[in-house]
Nanobody, 120 residues
Framework: QVRLVEAGGGLVQPGGSLRLSCVGS????????MAWFRHAPGKQREFVAS????????YYEESVRGRFTISRDNANNAVYLQMISLKPEDTAVYYC?????????????WGQGTQVTISS
């Protein structure tokens, strides 16, 4: 069974930082692009960032560019999202996805999500 398991969410104050991780099992993702999406209450799911299977190409949603950094570790079948200068509007459930690259591609695999809450 293919699984993606996210971790690292939590409650932080505005301006704080978090590092999300996502580890895959049941499949080796070293030939798959991977990505992070988020879903805030009352809004549609939103693309956040993606990274190519080599790690050499990345793509960011405009509102997070310069604050978020996506990276991957193929040896550990993992992808990460380093988030700094967090804002209340970053509050959402963050999902890891695999199997494609970019904001409009169809991803084959999804995690269950991890809650990120930015509040003072």
């Amino acid at each position: 069974q293919v699984r993606l398991v996210e971790a690292g969410g939590g409650l932080v104050q505005p301006g704080g930082s978090l590092r999300l991780s996502c580890v895959g099992s049941g499949r080796i993702f070293d030939r798959d692009g991977m990505a992070w999406f988020r879903h805030a209450p009352g809004k549609q799911r939103e693309f956040v960032a993606s990274v190519s299977w080599t790690g050499s190409s990345t793509y960011y949603e405009e509102s997070v560019r310069g604050r978020f950094t996506i990276s991957r570790d193929n040896a550990n079948n993992a992808v990460y999202l380093q988030m700094i200068s967090l804002k209340p509007e970053d509050t959402a459930v963050y999902y890891c996805a695999a199997g494609a690259f970019g904001p409009v591609a169809e991803y084959n695999y999804w995690g269950q999500g991890t809650q990120v809450t930015i509040s003072s």
